[in-house]
């Protein structure tokens, strides 16, 4: 798991993008934060690497997850 | 703890983390069992109507309550309720991992979920033009024109909230004049950016990967086809009270669990709170002074008193 690089597209006004944060926070796992709101290269980022255009998208190594879906955070981290 | 609990909770918004606070005051040993942490109050940007406070993020305002909760120690179990069943002295709550918690009385507060058109490309092109989340998604659609869908109180405050990004917004209604509170409908007259197309409804969404256009039943400047870059459903919600209907717990015609002024519902041991009940007001402080009625009159239920 710590080998993994993890990404969570964000803005700063999106609630579920928060919660996504602090997941990452509680388990003290690195991450980072590239802000859609803030860059409008992330903007157009997140639309390329996700296909389309709703945030959170966190992206686990080649995992692309969309949403605040930790079900499928865990199973991409390898936690139970 | 094992063993059964004197309340079992179950939804994390802010009826559920309400009623988690007062069941703690009250020492009642409680369970929460929380699909998911926060609820519908986090789609709102600034919550302005709540006593005391005279704005904060609905965010700040879910995270203070659970905080708040916390305090009292209730376990919490983040799972989703999949089933519930009455037993000899109370109920059985199964969550999706198949996992089951006890408990002597029952608390609903399951809140809602947004509803659908259900019309054609609704599906196919989610979070490709359409979207149901304003406060998320609305950063994509800077300078860009777009539709809100819907003539709610909820439609125009997305509506209004969109503007900070897009260049224009429609909004596109069924009926003949949006419905929102006063102070809402002021704000969205003297808008420049929004503009209400009334008596019309959406009978499409079209677009190749990505939505391009609505299709109206009507023709609006002389076309049914209308160009958006995005759309925002915002027709209102459904509540989740599947859960409810299991228990034999009584409905509404809209599947919302009929509570009376105590939040009692039809079966003994069994209350409601939040979006999930058939309240007429939908707010945070409706649902939080509900889901503390609930708390108290599980907590005289188990006291054995009788109304």
Known sequence: ?80 | MSGTYDVAIIGGGVAGFSAAMYCGRLKLSTLLIVESRGGTILLTNHVTNWPGIKAISGMDLATNIEEHAKEYKPDIVDAKAVKAEKTKDGFSITDADGKTYLSRTLILATGSATRKLNIPGENELENKGVHSCALCDGVFYRDKTIAVIGGSDSAVKEALLLTQWAMKVYMIYRGEKVRAEPINLERVLANEKIEIVNNTNVKEFAGNGKLEKLILDKPYKGSNEFKVDGAFVEIGRTPNSELARQLGVKLNEKGEVMINRHAETSAPGVYACGDVADTIFKQAIVGAGEAVLASYCAYEYLQGKKR
């Open chain 1, 1 to 80: 798991m710590a080998d993994k690089k993890i990404i969570v597209y964000s803005a700063e006004w999106c609630p579920w993008c928060h919660k996504a944060i602090d997941f990452f926070k509680a388990k003290k796992i690195p991450f980072e934060v590239r802000d859609v709101g803030a860059d409008q290269k992330y903007a157009a980022e997140v639309q390329q690497v996700s296909g389309q255009t709703g945030i959170p998208v966190v992206v686990i190594d080649k995992d692309v997850i969309i949403g605040f879906n930790q079900p499928a955070i865990k199973k991409a981290l390898g936690l139970p």
